[in-house]
């Protein structure tokens, strides 16, 4: 495959795992990210751009994590924290005001 193909194809996957689940689209690239062993999707991607193509076997088992429910996801490996962990970049985003107007990135 070639790296706008891979790029395609897991964002299908995420697009699929978002909409089954009920999650936005950007934490499903993330968690996509994370069974890749990828902190976040832009890590993904910036490694992408050096030349990182996802191979057949680990395309076989992203399949099969957006076939499970977010839940089961959730317990994975017995630890029930396995979830709350990849959001909680999320609580620590930044926010402040400039001027009158408050920001959060």
């Known amino acids: 495959m070639t790296e706008t193909n891979d790029l ?12 089954e689940n009920r ?6 690239l ?3 990210a994370g069974e890749l062993g990828y ?3 832009t890590k993904l991607i910036a490694t992408s751009k050096k030349g990182w193509q996802v191979d057949p076997e680990q395309m076989v088992g992203l399949e099969a994590f957006v076939e499970r429910p977010l839940q089961a996801a959730t317990y994975r490996n017995g ?3 396995t979830m709350n ?3 909680a970049y999320l609580e620590e985003a ?10 959060r990135i």
């Not at 930044?94 to 920001?103: C, L, P, R, T």
């Open 85 to 87: 962990r990849r959001f």
């Open 30 to 32: 993330d968690l996509i």
């Open 79 to 81: 630890d029930p924290e």
């Open 8 to 19: 395609r194809s897991l964002k299908v996957l995420a697009k699929r795992y978002a909409r």
């Open 23 to 28: 999650i936005a689209l950007h934490q499903a």
């Open 94 to 103: 930044e926010q402040g005001m400039i001027g009158d107007h408050a920001y």
């Open 39 to 41: 902190p976040h999707w």
